[in-house]
């Protein structure tokens, strides 16, 4: 075989390694927009402020007035849950923004409360380079998402 013929029968590693790399910016843009991020919802009347940082994490509770103290303390519990609730709402909502839309398909409100799999939405992720990695390796790409095969991840 012809030194020539041999470069031809190579497979495209560097279109699949800039497509990884693509995907790598993208997930570290994603990253950082999401560490700047902080979601903040007032309670009614301004009794206080929830503050989430990008991940949807309770940053700081802040009492605004005195009011509070006077509600009975099942009526403050319930204000304080709804609106961290409301504020959770609100953080999974600017993800999905950052985001750019859902992602493998689910809705990431859906991932949050468990309605989707995880474990199908990464695989729908990682999709197209994983076929682009079977094209360089020479094997045809899937078409078909329904997949019996072990692909690696563990479903409960």
């Known amino acids: 075989m012809s030194s020539e013929g041999f470069r031809r029968e190579m497979p495209d590693l560097n279109s699949a390694l800039e497509v990884f790399e693509e995907e790598q910016r993208k997930l570290a843009e994603f990253q950082r927009k999401l560490a700047e991020t902080t979601t903040v919802v007032d309670a009614p009347k301004k009794l206080f402020t929830v503050t ?3 991940n949807g994490e ?3 509770l802040k009492f605004n007035t005195t009011g509070y103290r006077s ?3 099942a009526e403050l519990s319930t204000l304080i849950t709804e609106t961290l ?5 609100q953080s999974l909502q600017t993800m999905q923004e ?3 839309g859902p ?24 999709e197209p380079s994983m076929d682009l990695l079977r094209e360089t390796s020479g094997d045809s790409p899937s078409k078909n998402t329904d997949r019996t095969e072990d692909d690696g991840w563990a479903r409960g």
């Open 58 to 60: 309770l940053t700081e």
């Open 52 to 54: 989430l940082d990008g």
């Open 103 to 126: 992602m493998g398909g689910a809705d990431i409100n859906d991932l949050a409360s468990g309605q989707a799999d995880l474990a199908d939405v990464l695989g729908k992720v990682m």
């Open 85 to 89: 609730q409301k504020a959770r709402r």
């Open 71 to 73: 509600m009975p303390p």
């Open 98 to 100: 950052l985001m750019g």
